[in-house]
């Protein structure tokens, strides 16, 4: 097997970290190769070696990667095996490999394994859940290169990624860490709910295959039955074997619309799959980018991969192909550190003039049809040096430039609510190039529109 010039680099670089390090964490994105990288890490150990998986079917998947590189004497077993194998004091291998290294399963282990065991953790995600983070258990990390690398080097699809314009506006509760599935349903109500589904479904993918995610059981059965015989639902209550040969009808294309809660985000390897729904909200990056990496991996005749996502969970974790989404700052728990009220943005899209397709600000042609985007006007663009106040002093309200609006009220000191009431008099128009001169998230106008009107603001 030809590794990827980024692989054997990575090979590399992990061996040199084990020269100082115990535990070393690697964070490569879906469709990067992890399990490649890995079964070449288990082949060269100079010790007994296992690996960990939580799933049966990334256990066979495991197991295959490790034979088509000759590895030899490595055994996969499943999590609660071998923690009972620790558990019990039995002799342990001295390296171990865990695949799906953010899961809670596996830092629970590591609180209990020998501390001289060398340790390698793979995962897309490197974040927790709660107030921890993974550099409290790995000492050592590296993170190669991003989902956009990997897209502008031609390993992943570029992404076509649609959102809801309008939505109606519901209050989210949050409950562990994550939006509660009733919330979860309210804001998919107000998204346009399942008649939604199937008109951007008719209208983005129409025919395609896809894989819907959904917050509940209740809301998978009923889209399922929305799209009629061509779909079918999978769920953690069902039987293994029924699961799986749900799935395999799928692969084959005997199934359509494959609906599921918390399924399909791992050990799913399906390569021709090229619509993903997202019929629900997320507060998890981690889950986020898993959703979205379903669909992401090439395949003959296929440019790209949509995403209908009518959780407009773009706003919140950014769009998927970012190069700026680097996991880094996830890995040392910076995220953690931002004092209460202080958001972490990410950087606003904006839809095709043709397609509706969110592109990144500065993208000059769209991705998915080619139109040419227009240049942002003049007075949209941060300005860098500051505005002489005694410049401004002298024009009216109605004649400063938005730039120059947002320089005054900077220098006197006011709030930005006071731009928004000059803004206001101008228009819908006014209040947009606003945002873009922010840098403000994709729908923060008509979420202020909507607080204006209930007089919560200005």
Not at 14 to 29: A, D, I, S, T
Not at 49 to 61: A, G
Not at 209 to 234: H, M, N, W, Y
């Amino acid at each position: 097997m030809k590794l990827r010039d980024y692989q054997a680099e990575t090979i590399a670089r992990l061996r040199e970290l084990f020269r100082g390090h115990r535990r070393v964490l690697l964070c490569l994105p879906t469709g990067g190769g992890k399990t490649v990288i890995f079964s070449h890490i288990a082949k060269l150990a100079r010790s007994e070696c296992v690996v960990l998986v939580h799933r049966r079917e990334l256990q066979e998947q495991a197991a295959r990667a490790l034979a088509r590189v000759g590895a030899q004497g490595v055994t996969v077993e499943m999590i609660m095996t071998y923690r009972n194998k620790v558990k019990r004091g039995e002799p342990t291998p001295g390296f171990v490999i865990i695949d799906e290294a953010h899961r809670g399963e596996f830092i629970k282990l590591l609180e209990i394994i020998p501390e001289n065991t060398f340790v390698l953790g793979v995962t897309a995600t490197p974040i927790l859940t709660g107030k921890r983070s993974l550099s409290e258990f790995y000492s050592g990390y590296y993170e190669p290169l991003t989902t956009g690398d990997l897209v502008e080097k031609g390993y992943l699809c570029r992404c076509a990624h649609y959102g809801v314009p309008e939505v109606k506006e519901v209050k989210l509760y949050v409950r562990q860490g994550e939006y509660t599935p009733e919330s979860q349903e309210e804001y998919f109500r107000g998204a346009g709910g399942v008649e939604n589904v199937l008109n951007m479904y008719h209208q983005y993918a129409a025919g395609r295959q896809a894989v819907v995610f959904c917050p509940s059981l209740k809301l998978a059965r009923e889209i399922a039955g929305a799209f009629g015989d061509t779909a079918e639902i999978v769920d953690g209550g069902m039987d293994t074997r029924q699961r799986e040969a749900i799935i395999e009808g799928f692969k084959r294309g005997d199934i359509r619309i494959l609906t599921n809660v918390d399924i399909v985000t791992t050990g799913f390897d399906y390569p021709a799959l090229d619509t993903i729904i997202l019929a629900r909200k997320t507060k998890s990056r981690a889950l986020y980018f898993q959703m979205l990496g379903r669909g992401a991996r090439k395949h003959p005749g296929k440019d790209y991969f949509t995403v209908l996502d009518l959780g407009n969970n773009f706003q919140e974790h950014g769009l998927y192909d970012d190069p700026t989404n680097r996991w880094e700052p996830y890995f040392y728990g910076n995220h953690l550190k931002k004092s209460a009220g202080d958001e972490q943005g990410v950087p606003p899209a904006k839809s095709c003039i043709e397609c509706l397709a969110l592109l990144h600000p500065r993208a000059q042609f769209c991705h998915v049809c080619g139109a040419e985007q227009p240049k942002p006007k003049k007075e949209a663009v941060r300005v860098e040096k500051m505005v002489e106040i005694s410049k401004l002093i002298s024009k009216r309200w109605e004649e400063l430039a938005i730039d120059e609006l947002d320089a005054y009220a900077s220098a006197k000191g006011y709030k930005h609510h006071w731009v928004i009431h000059q803004l206001l008099r101008r228009g819908r128009h006014a209040l947009e190039e606003y945002a873009a001169l922010k840098g403000y998230k994709h729908g923060w106008v008509a979420f202020t529109l909507s607080k204006i009107a209930k007089n919560k603001l200005v």
